[in-house]
């Protein structure tokens, strides 16, 4: 399989919502970290997602710079399962954007721990904190839920592959 290949068309395909996600985050200044299948694929794996997944310090601070990037990128900010979680989900149906934002994610302890380990990617001139693999593959293990399941072999061959080059 070439990841490279994958990889690069990951970032091009999405490249433009990327960019304008990855400014609009750094002029919120809400430090946010990707997880999920997105991150994964930015690390080669050959997963597909429709929405981009986001872990945060739930703060009144960053709730605050949350709801001013929803109103850089023209959203609304909706809590599907509010109270019972932190999950605050971003929508723009009309150029079907969906980012969700969770306060805390399965198998991960803190959003400290997880920006640690994570890596900046580049769109353009600013960055977006990408997590592990091996934090996506925990997090995934832990949800048990059938459609993580269904990806970890993948998540875990990718690893794989990238441990050896």
């Known amino acids: ?76 900010i909706l809590t599907p399962f509010y109270p019972v979680s932190g999950l605050y989900r971003l929508m723009d149906d009309d150029r079907g954007l969906q980012l969700d934002f969770m306060s805390a994610i399965h198998g991960v302890r803190s959003f ?14 600013y960055p977006i904190w990408v997590a592990d693999l091996k934090d996506i593959i925990r997090s995934k293990r832990a949800l048990g839920r059938n459609k993580d399941q269904a990806v970890l072999e993948i998540l875990e061959q990718t690893l794989h592959e990238k441990e050896k080059a």
């Open 1 to 76: 399989m070439d990841y490279e290949w994958l990889r690069y068309n990951l970032r091009m395909d999405a490249a433009p919502a990327l960019k304008e996600i990855a400014r609009r985050l750094n002029e919120c200044g809400l430090e946010a970290v990707l997880i999920g299948n997105a991150a994964a694929a930015l690390q080669g794996a050959p997963v597909t997602t429709l929405d981009l997944d986001f872990m945060f310090r739930k703060s009144p601070a960053n709730l605050k710079k949350l709801k001013a990037l929803a109103r850089s990128l023209r959203g609304s």
């Open 112 to 125: 400290e721990g997880l920006k640690s380990r994570a890596s900046r990617v580049y769109f353009g001139d």
